[in-house]
């Protein structure tokens, strides 16, 4: 966003103009949910504040009762020419009194450092005495490009977004400082390689479809056949046409439909994973870590086929240097499966999920509570905000089974595992609270649907 603001004012885009579509489109928002409720705006000394001063003066013209307080001098010159055209006084921060609505326009993307002490209690204290409350662009103390805490920073009613989502909109804990959150546009275009996890487009299988068709899946279980059972049921419901569980050779605990198979041996489940029409193999839940374990994902890695990669797959691969999986594979690991995969690499959670993509040339999707899908050639999605009841036991075999139903339906690792996400967090917020895994496959075809 930083770039694209300014090649609009090389181009000869005038960077008042900018601050005057930021401070209207945030005045409107304001507008919209409070009306005429008293307001006070916190003005800082950068643009931020600059747009706040408009937001000010935009909204007293439509009738609301405004005051401003502001944190010193205006620095830049646009934030001046702002506050030159606000006619009203403007308070210190320090004593200005509570009001119904409130406004941060402290700071936004200039944040270098925490806000200080007394700057950031009186933010919280007057946040918190409001009964509607805004940040503009971040709330101030969020650092943007991480999504971390650089001070104490209180939860605002909506967080009015300029122009593009930047990372702190999305990766917490910066994005659990707000409950609602709104993009404005103020006319310019930011380059989109990274994204919000948009719903996806989907389709129903063609008049001439037929099982194979439609996408054969493998799951090559293992010591704990409830983990592969889950995830092989998701691949089920994920609209593949048709899922073998290969298994130790336990009895079948999934729904009829899945074809169970035993392949105990390393040798058998490679015999089983020679079949061309594979369209996707997932590995992983429940697989165990022993050395027969071992030897069965040797037998994925060497199938051929494409792959998904998920739980002990992954632990077994984080035994030494960077994972060597087939190009095109998923991979998908939570926070622990990754640094042991990965290592403590540095930057954001994005910043870490693309440089893994990149080293291992597979997608790869960093779960959490804000996951992110990473691809070896630089896209990037995110998702958050999804159920926190998604922290149960099993959602995550859940989640590789449904990529790898996906992946057997689209033949495309980076679309299949945004679809999967998705899915999995459409399904999870169907299944309301307190849902465990098995909940989540049962809501599956009402996710799909919707999206037909
Ligand atoms: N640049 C542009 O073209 C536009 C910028 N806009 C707004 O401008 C914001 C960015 O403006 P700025 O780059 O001026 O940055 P900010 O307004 O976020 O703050 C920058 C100023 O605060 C100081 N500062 C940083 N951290 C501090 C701390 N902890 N305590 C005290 N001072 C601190 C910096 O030294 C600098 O003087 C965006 O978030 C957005 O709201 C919009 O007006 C749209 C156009
Ligand atoms: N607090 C949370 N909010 C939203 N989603 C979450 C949260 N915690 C976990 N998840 C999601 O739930 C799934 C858990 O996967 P994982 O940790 O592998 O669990 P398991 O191994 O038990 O299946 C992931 O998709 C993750 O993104
Ligand atoms: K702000």
């Not at 994920?238 to 298994?247: C, D, F, K, L, Y």
Request: aromatic fraction near 4%; charged fraction near 20%.
């Amino acid at each position: 966003m930083r770039r694209a603001e300014q090649a609009a004012i090389a181009a000869g885009v005038d960077e008042y103009r900018l601050m005057e579509r930021a401070g209207a489109a945030a005045a409107e928002i304001v507008w919209r949910a409070g009306g005429k409720r008293d307001l006070l705006v916190l003005c800082g000394p950068g643009n931020n504040g600059g747009d706040g001063f408009v937001a000010a003066r935009l909204l007293r013209a439509r009738g609301v009762p405004v005051r401003v307080a502001a944190l010193g001098e205006s620095r830049t010159e646009c934030s001046r020419t702002a506050r030159a055209a606000w006619d009203g006084p403007v308070e210190p921060l320090a004593t200005a009194a509570p009001a119904t609505q409130i406004v941060d326009a402290l700071f936004g993307t200039g944040l270098t450092r925490g806000l200080d002490k007394d700057v950031a209690d009186r933010l919280a204290a007057l946040t918190g005495q409001a009964s509607f409350s805004y940040a503009i662009d971040l709330p101030s103390g969020v650092e943007t490009d991480s999504g971390a805490l650089l001070s104490q920073v209180p939860r605002f009613g909506i967080c009015i977004a300029l122009g593009a989502l930047k990372p702190a909109h999305l990766l917490y804990p910066a994005a659990s400082c707000f409950d609602r959150l709104v993009c404005a546009d103020i006319g310019v275009d930011a380059p989109d390689k990274v994204h919000r996890l948009a719903a996806p487009v989907l389709s129903s299988p063609v008049p001439s479809a037929h099982k194979y068709s439609r996408g054969l899946v493998a799951v090559a279980g293992g010591d704990m056949a409830g983990a592969s059972s889950l995830a092989s049921h998701a691949a089920a419901r994920s609209g593949a046409g048709m899922v073998r569980h290969i298994g130790l050779g336990q009895p079948g605990r999934g729904p009829d439909a899945l074809v169970e198979l035993k392949g105990e041996a390393p040798d058998q489940l490679a015999a089983l994973l020679r079949d061309r029409r594979l369209a996707a193999v997932l590995a992983g839940p429940g697989l165990g870590r022993d050395d027969r374990a071992r030897a069965r994902l040797e037998a994925v890695l060497a199938c051929g086929r494409p792959l998904v990669l998920d739980a002990d797959a992954l632990t077994l691969l984080g035994d030494g240097g960077d994972p060597a999986v087939p190009a095109g594979s998923v991979l998908t690991p939570h926070e622990g499966e990754f640094v042991r995969l990965f290592g403590d690499l540095p930057g954001s959670k994005i910043d870490r999920a693309a440089e893994a993509a990149r080293r291992c040339g597979a997608v790869v999707i960093y779960k959490g509570a804000d996951s992110v899908i990473a691809a070896p050639d630089g896209r990037v999605a995110i998702a958050s905000g999804a159920s926190s009841w998604l922290s149960t036991a099993g959602t995550g075999d859940v989640l590789a089974g449904l990529v790898a139903g996906r992946l057997a339906v689209t033949g495309d690792p980076f679309r299949a595992a945004c679809e999967a996400l998705w899915l999995h967090g459409e399904a999870a917020r169907r299944a309301g609270p307190a849902f465990i895994a098995d909940d989540l496959i049962a809501r599956l075809p009402a996710a799909i649907a919707c999206r037909l």
